[in-house]
């Protein structure tokens, strides 16, 4: 057993070396007595911007554990903790044939840990290799010109590929630290094993996604690229195989879905072969873009050169509406991004390097939207975003440049330039114009009590650019207890694009959630 010692602190000029000291000192131990000492967690505590503090989150072994706790019996911040259990899978008992439909951070770890179980894993994604698709988006965001299959949303490595990287999640889950190994051995830096706000960034998360991709091969994984799922194939009332690019047959025993929440078609598809799906909330809203320098002076004070890049939670609860009005994906020293994948449509969303050293600080602004909202049909939420999609299209000009407003012009409350780092381009344009109603104003009556919460945030420097309407999925691929469809057994959905995950952590925990599930399955399948 480890024993682990909470908010530890020290300053900003304090080197971490103290800390061996300052735990044996509040333990009232000799430092020679604690073994294998090392931080487990970091974070910054910004609360009082004239002293900011780092706090830490130490492990270490004792030959008297008992004796120690019982000593520090006050101390609610010392406890014993379990070592990790071994995460590995049990392996199926014979070979079972497994496709597997997307390679974002779902598919990706569900491919891993059914192959490891001795699945033969066919892998897909309708996109490209990671190092094809950069070239695609650079040439996009440069020209204007895109690519419907290769894009920021549609590729391997998911959406996700091009964001900030953030692996944080609200989830206390017993494999999240196997996810940050897992990452860590194929590229990404080995601070996120300890940041309690851990980021990879887009260059270095590429590098991982190529990573993956080499160990998935050299467990015999098959990875097939510009491979769409178009229909799905069935035997005797349950799945037995997928249907690839309109024509050719894949088998299989399970068929894991993470098609990611751009999938529209995918959505159409299975609601024509009656897969069981239901409506789900999102929220829609717009990108707001601050100069960096700007962003950390507000949270840092004059620590704010010292530090990396800030990032800020902003929310407000709406008395008028009752709905939720909140920050979402913040990207410290990043900047916008053009992620439309329809041709017709236009959304933005956030993405910074590992470095966060763009000029432009940002973030989602985004209001909540319910089924009601739209009727409360299943692909109604789907039909709701393309709308506002659409009319952004429109407004940019029909060339994918983005519409944009400056903050204080949207608020009625001044004017101010039009700076954004959104390629190709921003159209100066009245947001309220590619927005409902009730989110225009929900935005402008939220943004007072932002100010309140970062005073400086509602300035002239900064700009909002539309439409932001992917947070999540629109709808849920309804599964049972046992991972499974409720209408179609060997059918598993998995990750944010059905609707059971939020963000690059949520939905890698998800899809190897969704693994033991199969196996579990298969197990049973193979012995009936």
Not at 178 to 203: C, K, W, Y
Not at 365 to 384: H, I, K
Request: one cysteine or more; hydrophobic letters at 40%; aromatic letters at 6%.
């Amino acid at each position: 057993m480890a024993l682990w010692l909470r908010d530890l602190t020290l300053a900003l000029d304090d080197d971490e070396s103290r800390l061996l000291l300052e735990t044996a000192s509040r333990l009232g131990v000799n430092p020679a007595e604690l073994k294998d000492f090392r931080v487990v967690r970091r974070s910054l505590d910004a609360r009082k911007k004239a002293r900011i503090l780092r706090v830490y989150t130490v492990e270490f072994f004792v030959v008297d554990e008992v004796g120690l706790l019982r000593k520090n019996h006050a101390d609610k911040q010392l406890e014993l903790r379990p070592l990790p259990d071994d995460v590995s899978l049990p392996r199926l008992p014979k070979p079972a044939r497994v496709l597997v439909v997307g390679m974002g951070p779902a598919g990706l770890f569900a491919a891993k840990r059914l192959a490891e179980a001795g699945a033969q894993v066919t892998l897909i994604d309708r996109g490209r290799p990671v190092e094809q698709r950069v070239r695609d988006v650079e040439s996009f965001w440069s020209t204007g010109q895109l690519n419907l299959t290769s894009n920021v949303q549609f590729g391997e490595g998911g959406a996700g590929t091009f964001s900030d990287g953030k692996l944080t999640t609200r989830l206390n889950h017993p494999l999240r630290q196997s996810v940050l190994d897992t990452l860590v051995a194929f590229g990404a830096p080995e601070s996120i094993l300890i940041e309690a706000r851990p980021h990879v960034g887009t260059d270095r998360l590429r590098k991982v996604v190529i990573g993956f991709r080499e160990y998935l091969s050299s467990l015999g994984v098959e990875l097939r690229f510009e491979s769409c799922l178009t229909d799905i194939d069935l035997h005797d009332e349950r799945i037995s195989g997928g249907i690839c690019n309109d024509s050719e047959h894949l088998p299989a025993d399970a068929l894991v879905l993470a098609p990611g929440h751009s999938a529209r078609d995918t959505y159409l598809m299975l609601e024509r072969r009656g897969v069981r799906l239901d409506a789900k909330g999102f929220a829609i809203g717009v990108r707001v873009e601050h100069p960096s320098e700007l962003i950390n002076r507000i949270q840092f004070g004059r620590f704010a050169n010292e530090l990396p890049a800030a990032d800020y939670a902003l929310r407000y609860n709406d008395p008028e509406t009752g709905r939720g009005v909140y920050s979402f994906c913040m990207c410290p020293g990043g900047e916008v991004i053009n992620a439309a994948s329809e041709p017709d449509g236009l959304v933005v969303n956030g993405m910074s390097r590992s470095a966060r050293r763009s000029a432009f600080s940002n973030s989602a602004l985004v209001v909540s939207v319910n089924p009601q909202d739209w009727g409360g049909t299943t692909l109604g939420g789907m039909a709701f975003q393309q709308k506002w999609e659409r009319l952004a299209f429109q407004a940019g000009g029909g060339g994918f440049a983005a519409p944009a407003q400056n903050l204080l012009a949207f608020a009625g409350r001044g004017h101010g330039p039009l700076l954004s780092s959104c390629r190709p381009a921003v159209v100066e344009t009245d947001l309220s114009q590619v927005l409902p109603e009730f989110v225009s104003e929900g935005l402008r009556r939220a943004l007072p009590h932002f100010e309140r919460q970062m005073r400086g945030f509602m300035t002239a420097e900064a700009v909002l650019i539309g439409v932001e309407t992917r947070t999540s999925a629109p709808l849920r691929i309804t599964r049972g207890d046992d991972g499974a469809s409720l209408s179609h057994p060997g059918l598993f959905p998995a990750g944010e694009g059905a609707g059971y995950a939020g963000g690059i952590m949520s939905a890698a925990l998800d899809g190897l959630r969704t693994a033991e599930q199969v196996v579990k399955s298969l197990q049973n399948w193979s012995v009936a």
